[in-house]
């Protein structure tokens, strides 16, 4: 048994590379996971039946976070399997690089939607039930590149730079509340993306971290389980796990 046993979590893109690695480490902890997936529904039936092998309890729960009316369903979704809600990992994201000279409304609306109004959404849908836990958590999964920016990153830098804002203020308005709310901005994290840039461009950017290496899916999902469960007095922060690449 851990002090976490018994509580409940929605993370948003859940099934894969980050996401993947919070929803297993929760489960590990005897968090109920409801893991979100918008197209990858393989991916997340079969972390769910891993969960359920392992004696843990999960579901897997379709919705694109973008739209207000299925981030509700989630919560829904969630709440009707497992009876509460403590915990929300607002994981879901995409790129669409493109320097800005190139950079049309489309991909600018679209990452600006799943990245950040989808984090509006979500924590709408989740925020009365979230504020009734005995101890509720908000974790949103920002990255280094809305605090350093990135070269062909201007939408995406920009989601990420808001929901660092947003995580302080609501910070700020719930303080009160036994509701935390904090973001972690991973660094450069070995997963498919990263590892799909080509070898050469790999060992420029390794070159420029501190630490010489990539972070690991796992050192993100371990920063998650810190912040739930021994973050009552932290809030409003940002967890920089990037191994000193921005300090
Ligand atoms: P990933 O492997 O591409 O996974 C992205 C996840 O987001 C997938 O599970 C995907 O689900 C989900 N998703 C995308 N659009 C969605 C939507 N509209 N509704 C619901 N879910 C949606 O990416 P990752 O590298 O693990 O990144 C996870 C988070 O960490 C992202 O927010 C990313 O910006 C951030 N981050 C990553 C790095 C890095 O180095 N990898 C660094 C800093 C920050 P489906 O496949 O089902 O669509």
Same mark, same amino acid.
């Given at each position: 048994? /851990?002090?976490?046993?018994?509580?409940?979590?929605?993370?948003?893109?859940?099934?894969?590379?980050?996401?993947?690695a919070i929803t297993r480490e929760l489960a590990?902890?005897?968090?109920?996971?409801?893991?979100?997936?918008?197209?990858?529904?393989?991916?997340? #039936?079969?972390?769910?039946?891993?969960?359920? @092998?392992?004696?843990?309890?999960?579901?897997?729960?379709?919705?694109?976070?973008?739209?207000?009316?299925?981030?509700?369903?989630?919560? #829904?979704? /969630?709440?009707?399997?497992?009876?509460?809600?403590?915990? *929300? %990992?607002?994981?879901?994201?995409? +790129?669409?690089?493109?320097?800005?000279?190139? *950079?049309? @409304? #489309?991909?600018?609306?679209?990452?600006?939607?799943?990245? *950040?109004?989808?984090?509006?959404?979500? /924590?709408?849908?989740?925020?009365?039930?979230? %504020?009734?836990? @005995?101890?509720?958590?908000?974790?949103?999964?920002?990255?280094?590149?809305?605090?350093?920016?990135?070269?062909?990153? +201007?939408?995406?830098?920009?989601?990420?730079?808001?929901?660092v804002g947003f995580t302080k203020s609501l910070?700020? =308005?719930?303080?009160?509340?036994?509701? +935390? %709310?904090?973001?972690?901005? &991973? !660094?450069?994290?070995? /997963? =498919?993306?990263?590892?799909?840039? &080509?070898? @050469?461009?790999?060992?420029?950017?390794?070159?420029?971290?501190?630490?010489?290496?990539?972070?690991?899916?796992n050192e993100i999902a371990r920063g998650v389980?810190?912040? %739930?469960?021994? !973050?009552? $007095?932290? +809030?409003?922060?940002? *967890?920089?796990?990037?191994?000193?690449? $921005?300090?």
């Amino acid at each position: 048994m /851990t002090e976490l046993q018994g509580k409940v979590a929605i993370v948003t893109g859940g099934s894969k590379g980050i996401g993947a690695a919070i929803t297993r480490e929760l489960a590990s902890q005897g968090v109920k996971v409801a893991v979100n997936y918008n197209s990858s529904k393989e991916s997340a #039936e079969a972390i769910v039946n891993e969960i359920r @092998e392992n004696g843990g309890s999960a579901i897997a729960v379709q919705a694109d976070v973008s739209y207000a009316d299925q981030a509700k369903h989630l919560v #829904e979704e /969630t709440k009707a399997a497992f009876g509460q809600l403590d915990i *929300l %990992v607002n994981n879901a994201g995409i +790129t669409r690089d493109r320097s800005f000279k190139k *950079l049309g @409304e #489309e991909d600018w609306k679209k990452v600006i939607d799943v990245n *950040l109004h989808s984090v509006y959404n979500t /924590t709408s849908a989740a925020l009365g039930d979230l %504020v009734e836990a @005995e101890a509720g958590r908000i974790i949103n999964i920002s990255s280094i590149i809305g605090q350093a920016g990135g070269f062909g990153q +201007t939408n995406y830098a920009a989601a990420k730079a808001g929901m660092v804002g947003f995580t302080k203020s609501l910070a700020l =308005e719930l303080a009160k509340t036994n509701v +935390t %709310v904090n973001a972690i901005c &991973p !660094g450069f994290i070995e /997963t =498919e993306m990263v590892m799909a840039i &080509p070898e @050469e461009v790999r060992a420029n950017i390794v070159a420029k971290i501190p630490k010489r290496r990539f972070g690991q899916v796992n050192e993100i999902a371990r920063g998650v389980v810190y912040l %739930v469960k021994d !973050g009552a $007095y932290i +809030t409003g922060q940002q *967890l920089n796990i990037n191994g000193g690449l $921005y300090m």
